[in-house]
């Protein structure tokens, strides 16, 4: 077995001139993982504390624990839960082949002037292969299929079909 984990804190607070009105955001996540042999469990809680969601630039990707393509799962107040298993079919005879199957719950969301807790969850699969050997050598193609509902936020169905080329600089 070989256990993990991803711990990370996060505090803002305006500065300066504060232009943009008075901040004030604490996040705190973890997200743990036991791997055996071709199977990985993860298991994971964010918890967002203070008058504003996480900040950020735009709508940018963030390290967080439980931030998805779909839902970020970083409102104001808002608690979240993971569940995810991973599985490398390698260890099948599949090398290059892998799997995701990913569910995540938010609570407790300061919906503001709506007056009303909010809640939502996403529930991802997906399946990707990496080219082994040739020319397209690691070259990967991923199909994601994602589900998302919210009390507050649009509902999202989507399907992804993601391409991976690296590109070696140096």
Do not use: C, M
């Amino acid at each position: 077995w070989t256990l993990s984990s991803d711990i990370g804190y996060f505090t803002a607070t305006e500065d300066g001139h504060s232009k943009v009105g008075n901040l004030d955001n604490q996040l705190a996540y973890g997200l743990f993982s036991a791997k055996y042999k071709g199977h990985t469990f993860h298991v994971g809680y964010q918890g967002v504390y203070g008058d504003d969601g996480f900040l950020r630039i735009g709508d940018t990707l963030s390290p967080l624990g439980n931030e998805l393509p779909t839902y970020q799962f970083s409102a104001p107040d808002e608690r979240s839960w993971q569940i995810r298993y991973d599985f490398d079919f390698a260890g099948v005879g599949l090398p290059g082949l892998t799997s995701t199957v990913r569910y995540v719950k938010g609570d407790n969301v300061d919906t503001g002037a709506r007056g009303f807790e909010g809640e939502d969850w996403e529930r991802d699969l997906d399946l990707a292969y990496t080219i082994q050997s040739g020319p397209l050598k690691s070259v990967s193609i991923r199909w994601r299929n994602a589900t998302a509902r919210s009390n507050y936020a649009t509902d999202i169905d989507e399907n992804r079909l993601i391409v991976n080329y690296p590109i070696k600089l140096f």
